[in-house]
T-cell receptor, first 111, second 114 residues
Framework: QKEVEQNSGPLSVPEGAIASLNCTYS??????FFWYRQYSGKSPELIMS????GDKEDGRFTAQLNKASQYVSLLIRDSQPSDSATYLC???????????FGAGTILRVKS | SAVISQKPSRDICQRGTSLTIQCQVD?????MFWYRQQPGQSLTLIAT?????????ESGFVIDKFPISRPNLTFSTLTVSNMSPEDSSIYLC???????????FGEGSRLTVL
């Protein structure tokens, strides 16, 4: 079983819609969860972090965490073509202070 | 966020040669890591760069192939030794500070091995 799993996509949404990206993880002791955005040819950029169950909102982005279900998601409201990128879920494993990344979900926002 | 600078940004190398990538971070960073991102793939952790001591390597990565140094808190190097075309990849230096676990990345070094 992979430590961090994401649907590779591509996920296509129309401009202005809500994009929903999902991630599951295997280590029940994980404490820190992150979403990174990576444009083609660029390095990953941190867009959201979440540490406790529930929702965390930052602008058009909302991260949701459910530790009981070992599930973390990212919602992007009012999606824009500039949001088209690969979104990487990353989780800190209990056994160390290291981030493990999922394979990433490709998001395409169509105008 | 932390400022992380890497060089070279890209290079084309011949099979059998070695290349050293340099990474400079600002003082906010306490931990440094090296990742690899192969074409179309996600990030794989190579090792944790430990200040003044040997790096901690992940399964599948060895010091002879990827020697890493971190002589001080803000500088680290990764060498890709005896390169083969399979080493063609983006190598990313990253750093984190404090207890938040947030990780920031350099611009990456894109290596092509012919």
């Amino acid at each position: 079983q992979k430590e961090v799993e994401q649907n590779s996509g591509p996920l296509s949404v129309p401009e202005g819609a809500i994009a929903s990206l999902n991630c599951t993880y295997s280590d029940r002791g994980s404490q820190s969860f992150f979403w990174y955005r990576q444009y083609s040819g660029k390095s990953p950029e941190l867009i959201m972090s979440i540490y406790s169950n529930g929702d965390k909102e930052d602008g058009r982005f909302t991260a949701q965490l459910n530790k009981a279900s070992q599930y973390v998601s990212l919602l992007i409201r009012d999606s824009q073509p500039s949001d088209s990128a690969t979104y990487l879920c990353a989780v800190t494993m209990e056994y160390g202070n290291k981030l493990v990344f999922g394979a990433g979900t490709i998001l395409r926002v169509k105008s | 966020s932390a400022v992380i600078s890497q060089k070279p940004s890209r290079d084309i190398c011949q099979r059998g040669t070695s290349l050293t990538i340099q990474c400079q971070v600002d003082s906010q960073v306490t931990m440094m890591f090296w990742y690899r991102q192969q074409p179309g793939q996600s990030l794989t952790l190579i090792a944790t760069a430990n200040q003044g001591s040997e790096a901690t390597y992940e399964s599948g990565f060895v010091i002879d192939k990827f020697p890493i140094s971190r002589p001080n808190l803000t500088f680290s190097t990764l060498t890709v030794s005896n390169m083969s075309p399979e080493d063609s990849s983006i190598y990313l230096c990253s750093g984190s500070g404090g207890n938040s676990g947030e990780l920031f990345f350099g611009e990456g070094s894109r290596l092509t091995v012919l």
